[in-house]
């Protein structure tokens, strides 16, 4: 199976800085999509960013002029750079890879474990 790795979550002060890492490993013929989602104690899980395989992006409103999505194809690795936090981005953060297998015909959606990150006041 395929499985997606994630680092980087922690404890930050309002303002920080923290870059969060996701690799995805095993049999994988090509990573089309890629994407962070974030879902706190009660709420649904948002999407954050999207980047495609091309390095076109999007952003959460939320997190616009904050945030920066990027991804290294050859390492199968996607990067959520987030600056100036806030406490309201206390979430888990979810790692998400549209993934084609080798043989496979189409592409599956794949999920990270998650990782907590928590913003202090």
């Known amino acids: 199976q395929v499985q997606l790795v994630e680092s980087g979550g922690g404890l930050v002060q309002a303002g920080g800085s923290l870059r969060l890492s996701c690799a995805a490993s095993g049999r994988i013929f090509r990573i089309n999509d890629m994407g962070w989602y974030r879902q706190a104690p009660g709420k649904q899980r948002d999407l954050v960013a999207s980047?495609?395989?091309?390095?076109?992006?999007a952003y959460a409103d939320s997190v616009k002029g904050r945030f920066t999505i990027s991804r290294d194809n050859a390492k199968n690795t996607v990067y959520l750079q987030m600056s100036s936090l806030k406490p309201d981005d206390t979430a888990v953060y979810y790692c998400?890879?549209?993934?084609?297998?080798?043989?496979?015909?189409?592409?599956?959606?794949?999920w990270g474990q998650g990782t907590q990150v928590t913003v202090s006041s």
């Open positions: 998400n890879a549209d993934i084609r297998r080798p043989g496979a015909l189409e592409g599956y959606s794949y």
């Open positions: 980047i495609t395989y091309g390095g076109n992006t």
